[in-house]
């Protein structure tokens, strides 16, 4: 097992329950994700809630990012902080972009809003469009831009906010072989850009989310409970699953994978 020590808490769920019409969405929903340290490194947190269609990943979703009032519990940050919408950088499905502004105007815009970045505005677009591969797309409109460059642009206007936190819907969604590979490898280089970043990715792409993940939640009903909760949180450190390369071809990593689709 990778050396590592887990610090202080990030984020937590306390007894988090939805209801709608008085009928039971979720339940009873509990975890927490911890500072994750490695030596002479930056290590940000990989978190995956996996679970069916329709089991209410969207709604919890909306829930961590502060987009949605739980009917019951709460959400807090950084120890007492009640989540709030704003404190999260989120990223659904759709990548939605300003369609009317170049990629650059959206990107200024988002920086303007972190008061750290301030007088280093052009300087810092730049940069991350380089370490993006975006460069030569500043100039363009959302509609000249394909999937994957969309789905960066959306993640650097997250990043160049400010959060420490990034929550993506279902970002492996509807992808190609070529274009999910890459998606991966800019997930793991946002996850190392900073100590304190966390991501926390809901999708029902199994195999993938383990390959890129330390810690998977999975959300799923119980017998004779209505509403979905909690079964199993899976650290994957601990199963010398996290921070590879080459992952999927493991023995480990192949009943892992079997063992969440039988929770399901």
Not at 139 to 167: E, T
Not at 181 to 203: A, M, W, Y
Request: hydrophobic share 40%; glycine share 8%; net charge neutral.
């Amino acid at each position: 097992m990778t050396t590592h020590i887990k610090s202080q808490v990030l984020l937590e769920a306390k007894n988090v329950g939805l209801s709608y019409n008085k009928k039971i969405i979720l339940r009873d929903i509990n975890f927490c994700i911890k500072d994750i340290i490695r030596p002479e490194m930056k290590q940000g947190q990989v978190v995956s809630l996996i679970g069916r269609s329709g089991i209410g990943k969207t709604q919890l979703f909306k829930i961590l990012s502060g987009l949605q009032q739980a009917s019951t519990g709460n959400v807090t940050i950084h120890g007492d902080k009640n989540v709030q919408a704003g404190d999260m950088g989120v990223i659904f499905q759709n990548y939605y972009l300003f369609e009317w502004r170049t990629v650059y105007q959206s990107l200024l815009l988002a920086v303007k809003k972190n008061d750290d970045l301030k007088g280093k505005e052009d300087e810092t677009i730049h940069q991350y469009a380089a370490d993006f591969h975006l460069t030569e797309e500043l100039k363009k409109y959302p509609q000249q831009l394909s999937g994957g460059q969309r789905q960066r642009v959306s993640i650097i206007q997250q990043l160049l906010k400010g959060s420490n936190f990034l929550l993506l819907d279902e970002p492996f969604s509807g992808l190609d072989v070529y274009v999910l590979e890459k998606v991966t490898e800019l997930l793991l280089q946002v996850s190392v850009s900073d100590e304190r970043k966390t991501l926390i990715i809901v999708s029902h792409d199994i195999s993938t989310s383990v390959a890129i993940s330390d810690t998977v939640i999975i959300l799923g009903n119980e017998a004779g409970k209505a509403g979905a909760t909690i079964k199993q949180e899976i650290d994957l450190i601990e199963r010398d699953l996290a921070w590879k390369k080459g992952i999927k071809k493991e023995k480990a990593f192949i009943e892992t994978v079997e063992e969440i689709k039988a929770c399901l």
